[in-house]
């Protein structure tokens, strides 16, 4: 088992990008070493995103008050957009979101197909404007 000393220890050597660069070898790199062209995991893209939804809905709860009161499937929809679009991606939808303050789920769910983003991911949006209509998964 590695110990955290160890891992300490490769962070300083590696030292950390938060964007893609090209290592000494030419490879595209990022965060601490990981080889972009070696791919990741399922296990680590499973990972990564837990720790992103954690951050996302971190940040639904700081912006909407509102949001804590929805139920499960209607607050899972605007992770999902906030996910996809990037939170002020989500901001974009002011019409949406204070339809969803007001509990107006179904005009909500009419705004949300009134947009570039239902017209780039039809298949998508359509199921998250079910679900924000219905509360139901």
Not at 18 to 41: D, M, Q, R, S
Not at 79 to 107: E, I, R
């Amino acid at each position: 088992m590695m110990t955290m000393l160890s891992i300490e220890q490769l962070k300083v050597h590696e030292g950390f990008s938060p964007t893609i660069y090209k290592c000494t070898e030419g490879k595209l790199t990022f965060g601490y070493g990981f080889n972009v062209e070696a791919g990741i995991t399922e296990d680590e893209a499973e990972l990564l995103l837990v720790h992103r939804v954690e951050q996302v809905e971190s940040r639904l709860k700081q912006s909407f008050s509102w949001y804590t009161k929805l139920n499960e499937p209607r607050k899972a929809v605007l992770l999902n957009m906030a996910y996809q679009l990037g939170f002020n991606g989500l901001l974009k939808f002011s019409k949406t979101l204070a339809l969803v303050k007001m509990g107006d789920y179904d005009q909500a769910s009419e705004e949300m197909l009134n947009s570039l983003w239902a017209r780039q991911t039809p298949i998508r949006a359509q199921q998250l404007a079910i679900q924000m209509s219905t509360g139901d998964w």
